[in-house]
């Protein structure tokens, strides 16, 4: 029998997001999208962490061969700087999986040496072709302010 009982624990000190990433060019390595145009900057002000795991979905080429994680001043990609990187893989399968993370304090040392505010953060990918998907999961962690449904369902 379900339990009755409503608890949260993850899902309260966590914000996980995912996003479906279709790449429009296999030249260079992107912001995560979710679908072709939406960008996914998200604020870091109040987690302690923010971590990446980037799976290849849908395969037209060699799929994906990087991941990264980039910081920046706005929401908008202003002065994105690379806080942490794959380096080149090869993720050739569907169902082949990336993960990368870094700290708020990695983030605030790049940032103070480079003269920026970086405070947003998002996914980079890189694939090899231009009709690779890639499925994304966001988690920005150790909230500040732990709530109830930080991290909720997502129906459109």
């Known amino acids: 029998m379900a339990s009755a009982q409503a608890s949260q624990k993850l899902f ?13 060019s296999n030249a260079t390595e992107q912001s995560v999208k979710a679908g072709a ?3 996914t900057w998200k604020d870091m002000r109040d ?19 990087e991941v990264s994680i980039y910081a920046a001043d706005d929401d908008s990609g202003t ?5 942490k990187t794959s ?19 990695e983030i605030a040392q790049i940032s103070e040496a480079a003269g920026f505010n970086l405070r947003y953060v998002a996914a980079y990918v890189d694939c090899q072709h231009n009709d ?9 962690h150790g909230a500040k302010f732990p709530q109830a449904d930080l991290t909720a369902d997502m129906i459109s």
């Open 37 to 39: 145009t939406t960008t």
């Open 132 to 140: 690779d998907e890639v499925a994304v999961t966001y988690i920005r």
């Open 47 to 65: 987690y302690e962490g923010f971590a990446v795991l980037a799976m290849t979905a849908l395969l037209s080429g060699t799929g994906l061969v």
């Open 87 to 105: 380096g080149a893989v090869l993720a050739n399968a569907v169902g082949d999986y990336i993960v990368e993370e870094c700290t708020a304090e």
């Open 12 to 24: 309260a000190r966590a914000k996980i997001e995912m996003f479906y990433h279709m790449t429009t």
């Open 79 to 83: 002065n994105a700087t690379e806080i």
